[in-house]
């Protein structure tokens, strides 16, 4: 889990993905894409260690697919359900300005 949060704090948003996954697809189109923001991404099939990274997500997240994972500000927000229920809602904006990684 340690490098988790290490590779988690190295940028504003950090996704953790499988590179054939469509909801991580998704989730990364909706940061770059709709809201601009540049998120670091790191796909765990394509990392030695990956599978051993994707367990320890798995297990903070304690249910549900171990991708997407994503990090605004070093802080665990969760999966696809999560960062698409604060998109709806009005907050992700809000916490990605925080976050520093939208500045309008």
């Known amino acids: ?38 998120v670091l ?17 798995l297990n903070v997240l304690g249910t549900g697919p171990s991708v997407p994972v994503v990090f605004i500000g070093g802080k665990l927000i969760g999966g696809t359900n999560k960062v698409m229920s604060l998109h709806l ?4 904006v809000p916490m990605l300005k925080n976050a520093g990684a939208l500045w309008l």
């Open 1 to 38: 889990m340690d490098r988790v949060m290490n590779l988690a704090s190295e940028r504003a948003v950090v996704v953790f993905t499988l590179s054939s996954d469509c909801l991580c697809h998704t989730v990364e189109r909706l940061f770059s894409d709709q809201l601009g923001v540049n």
């Open 89 to 92: 809602g009005g907050e992700l």
């Open 41 to 57: 991404v790191h796909e765990l099939d394509q990392d030695p260690v990956g599978k051993e990274m994707e367990r320890a997500l």
